[in-house]
């Protein structure tokens, strides 16, 4: 017999497939609050109290999927973050694995960037994302150290410019018609972000030695 849940109390993994699908298409194309929990759920071939009763609300199901999204992002992260001791080429990485992992999965950059509302979203733990901000302090706090990037900025301020300028890429981007890679511009966009953030007091003004 086909179960609904799997052993974790969880949504089965055909469930979350399917709402995944209808998660997406849902908040991707209309607006966060004409959305409703009984058209996804139609919209997924799922019934509603299937929904509803591990997902009580539009907003726990929407942010849940924002958070399996995100920890997507963040093991490509971690993975290409592997062998690189460089501190600016650190930053470059995590920079063009944002705007490559958005480009590829442009509804879930919508969703994140453009959809939801950052007032409701705030309220919940998933907006946190404590995973991506330590790897992302960890790097900059180093290259505070070093003297590499500025000392008398504080770090969640270069976390700050960091994350702005992905957001305004991407939206951007979406909105002039997806017309060039995002991940191409990585590098050039990044150089404009390193000569906000590098220390301008550093003998080389690229990297660590």
């Known amino acids: 017999m086909n179960k609904v849940l799997d052993a974790f109390g969880q949504p089965s993994p055909e469930i979350q497939k399917k709402l995944e699908k ?13 959305a409703n929990m009984r058209a996804i759920a139609k919209k997924a071939g799922v019934s509603f109290g299937t929904i509803y009763k591990y997902y009580q609300s539009k907003e726990n199901l929407l942010f ?3 958070d399996e999204w995100l920890s997507e992002l963040i093991e490509r992260m971690i993975d290409h973050l592997q062998g690189l001791e460089d501190i600016k080429e650190k930053l470059r990485k995590i920079f063009w694995v944002q705007l490559e992992f958005y480009e590829k999965n442009p509804d879930v950059g919508k969703i994140i960037m453009m959809t939801v509302p950052l007032k409701t979203w705030m309220t919940d733990e998933t907006y946190k994302q404590e995973r991506m901000t330590e790897i992302l302090l960890r790097v900059l706090r180093e290259g505070q150290q070093k003297g590499v990037l500025d000392p008398g900025v504080p770090t969640l301020v270069l976390l700050d410019v960091m994350h702005a300028m992905v957001a305004r ?3 951007m981007w ?3 018609g997806q017309k060039e890679s995002l991940a191409a511009q990585a590098s050039l966009l990044f150089e404009m972000v390193w000569r906000a953030i590098s220390n301008p007091d550093h003998a080389s003004g ?4």
């Open 22 to 34: 209808a998660v997406l298409e849902t908040f991707s194309t209309g607006d966060f609050h004409q």
């Open 174 to 176: 979406m909105y002039r």
């Open 206 to 209: 690229r990297s660590e030695t």
């Open 169 to 171: 890429t991407f939206t």
């Open 64 to 66: 849940s999927f924002i």
